[in-house]
């Protein structure tokens, strides 16, 4: 990619800039904001798995933390403005976030340890196809309703 060109003139991908990390790719994940009625029990949920899949603790406030990974972070907060207490997974809206957790011994370490921090299996009977015969992965809810699939690595 000529150094001179933007970005935005139709080429996504980040040159290298001699004095610094590459930019940030155009349409890259910035960040996502979780709104959880429970800041406590969120983090203690959330903070965990994040801590485990390399997350590192970025952002703190009263109502609310984040963790960040890259140049991508997330975000739980309660703010004051939630318009309800409960988090349906089915209803329109977020269902899930998806995460690569490394090699299948790495997802299974992580199902075997969920429970003590506030998670549980879901579709036990297909776990780890729950996605289908070629897939291995986790999907786990904490205690708010919250759903993540932990995606193991295939190669």
Sequence with gaps: MDAGRSALSGDASAAP????????????????????????????????????????????????????????????????ALSGRNHDRLAPGLNHLAFHAGPPAAVDRLVAAASGHGWSLLFPDRHPHAGGPQAYAAYLADDQGYEVELVASTD
């Design 17 to 80: 800039d001699a004095s610094g990390p590459p930019a940030t790719p155009v349409g890259g994940l910035h960040h996502v904001e979780v709104w959880v009625p429970d800041l406590a029990r969120a983090i203690r949920s959330w903070g965990w798995l994040l801590g485990q899949l390399g997350w590192s603790p970025y952002q703190d406030w009263p109502a609310g933390r984040s963790w960040r990974l890259g140049p991508t972070y997330l975000v739980l907060e309660e703010s004051p």
